[in-house]
């Protein structure tokens, strides 16, 4: 990267805090870009246990993640108990009409979620790690508390689109405090379908939330999502490897197909701050009473190196 950085865009600092104007830059766009966060051995690191943990998954539970609300999901055992474990999710157009992969196994999943942050070593130690802590404690999160992690794999010519959203429509605490970081794994272009996002945190509107009306189990979103949005005026985030992109729980964001031939894959993680707020219990991620949330500490995972 050349030494002028884009409006939105900074560079890492040494403990990974972030300085008052880039806060203030934070706060008013909803999203930064902070260039050189990872190392490039992190993004190896990360990309080599991915790629393990699908060589390693059967597929024998097929579940296929999409943003948009297909009845698919609403009744999907698998996704809703994810927030507990690491699970794989195929790209819907992983299959053909008959349910046969038409794609090799490797080159088939959208992503893996939701706990990678807590029961993977090499994913724990950067979503712990000291600079995160730092990165989070700069932005005023007192206790900051990872949530949910995905890795998403956005695969050549069949990655999907994630269609326009808010982050706290899904990951919800009273008060709002959802924030989440998104880390290129590989460089990004439009082509490889980067994130887009629309400058602004508006109120969040719209909540998924789960219910367990006589005893069955079912999503339902209330509220609706902001109907003046101008998708032309997103900023593309073209971004380059190691560059972590700050998202509000409450900015717009979304990201095009993969029409390339190349991969984009990133590493997301969501926090909040348990400090100040309560994870609500119609969350459709919810831990089990044996596996609870635990916030970030200032010294890092016991596993990391960063
Ligand atoms: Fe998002």
């Known amino acids: ?40 051995d992190e993004c190896a690191r990360m990309r080599s246990r991915a790629e393990a943990i699908v060589a390693e998954f059967e597929p024998e539970t097929i579940s296929i993640f999409s943003t948009g609300e297909n009845q698919k999901r609403t009744t999907d055992a698998y996704f809703l108990a994810s927030g507990n474990n690491v699970s794989c ?8 009409g008959t349910g046969a992969l ?16 807590d029961l993977d070593p090499a994913f724990r130690a950067f979503s712990r790690s000291r600079k995160v802590y730092a990165l989070l404690l700069s932005l005023g999160v007192r206790e900051p508390t990872p949530v949910q992690s995905m890795y998403i794999f956005k695969n050549p010519k069949i990655g999907g689109a994630v269609t326009p959203h808010q982050d ?18 590989e460089d990004c272009t439009v082509e490889n379908g980067c994130l887009f996002a629309i400058e602004g945190t508006p109120e969040v509107t719209r909540h998924m939330e789960v219910d367990y009306p006589g005893g069955t189990r079912e999503i339902r979103f209330t509220g609706a999502a902001p109907d003046d949005l101008d998708l032309s005026s997103a900023t593309a985030l073209e971004v380059p490897k190691g560059t972590l992109v700050l998202l ?13 031939a190349h991969s984009r894959h990133a590493y997301s993680v969501h926090y909040i701050d348990s400090s100040r707020a309560k994870w609500r219990e119609t969350n459709w991620l919810q831990r089990d009473a044996s596996f609870p949330f635990a916030p970030l500490t200032p010294d890092g995972d016991v596993h990391s190196t960063a």
């Open 1 to 40: 990267m050349s030494s002028k950085l884009p409006e939105g865009w900074t560079r890492a600092s040494k403990d990974g805090s972030l300085s008052q104007s880039d806060v203030e830059a934070y706060e008013s766009k909803g999203f930064l870009a902070i260039v050189d966060f990872a190392s490039d």
């Open 89 to 96: 999710f195929f790209e819907e157009k992983a299959f053909d």
């Open 102 to 117: 038409v794609v090799d196994k490797t080159k088939s999943i959208n992503k893996i979620g939701h706990a990678l942050h």
């Open 168 to 185: 706290s429509t899904f990951l919800n605490t009273e008060p709002p405090t959802c924030l989440g970081i998104w880390l290129a794994l």
């Open 248 to 260: 509000h729980g409450s900015n717009v964001h979304f990201s095009r197909e993969n029409t390339s």
